[in-house]
T-cell receptor
Framework: DAGITQSPRHKVTETGTPVTLRCHQTENHRYMYWYRQDPGHGLRLIHYSYGVKDTDKGEVSDGYSVSRSKTEDFLLTLESATSSQTSVYFC????????????FGDGTRLSIL | GEDVEQSLFLSVREGDSSVINCTYTDSSSTYLYWYKQEPGAGLQLLTYIFSNMDMKQDQRLTVLLNKKDKHLSLRIADTQTGDSAIYFCAASQTYKYIFGTGTRLKVLA
């Protein structure tokens, strides 16, 4: 299995609080991704990174920010969490997008009350 | 933009073959993938096929690609109860991967 660790695995928090999710990889892959998974929507891309300090928006980026200060770590921050951000969040990595598959972490279940 | 569509549910009897279908819109997709997701887990890569191939077989799994119709299918032979899961089809283009909404496969004993 690809070495991807997401933390925390579960979190419950209140509306308006900041939340940071962490993705750590040991594969030295260049590309890292954050997705959210919601019933009826499949996986939707939030942000992705193509290198240290290089990030770009996905289709559902509003309300989220990311940072990548090291190859192995990709952080997703909800600056002020809302109930609509209750979801399961997945991190994925890829070495050569378009030519290699993505590999996924086990997910973080986030509930915002 | 690219869209990937799948039927939502499939129910089969143990020992039968399962066929999960997927359609995609962008003919420039380079690779097409099948992932399996079990409850509470992440997506596990099952198999993938390059867009210039018609078929790929990997043990009990057979992937068929009809590029003209932009149709992809995953056949699972001798389906077992452990195959019960959600199956996602995905297409890749440059740096992005587009996922279908997933097909929930239920295997009846």
């Amino acid at each position: 299995d690809a070495g991807i660790t997401q933390s925390p695995r579960h979190k419950v928090t209140e509306t308006g609080t900041p939340v940071t999710l962490r993705c750590h990889q040991t594969e030295n892959h260049r590309y890292m991704y954050w997705y959210r998974q919601d019933p009826g929507h499949g996986l939707r891309l939030i942000h992705y990174s193509y290198g240290v300090k290089d990030t770009d928006k996905g289709e559902v980026s509003d309300g989220y920010s990311v940072s990548r200060s090291k190859t192995e770590d990709f952080l997703l921050t909800l600056e002020s969490a809302t109930s609509s951000q209750t979801s399961v969040y997945f991190c994925a990595i890829s070495d050569l997008p378009g030519n290699q598959p993505q590999h996924f972490g086990d997910g973080t279940r986030l509930s915002i009350l | 933009g690219e869209d990937v569509e799948q039927s939502l549910f499939l129910s089969v009897r143990e020992g039968d073959s399962s066929v999960i279908n997927c359609t995609y819109t962008d003919s420039s997709s380079t690779y097409l993938y099948w992932y399996k997701q079990e409850p509470g887990a992440g997506l596990q890569l099952l198999t993938y096929i390059f867009s210039n191939m018609d078929m790929k077989q990997d043990q009990r799994l057979t992937v068929l690609l009809n590029k003209k119709d932009k149709h992809l299918s995953l056949r699972i032979a001798d389906t077992q109860t452990g195959d019960s899961a959600i199956y996602f089809c995905a297409a890749s283009q440059t740096y992005k991967y587009i996922f279908g909404t997933g097909t929930r496969l239920k295997v009846l004993a």
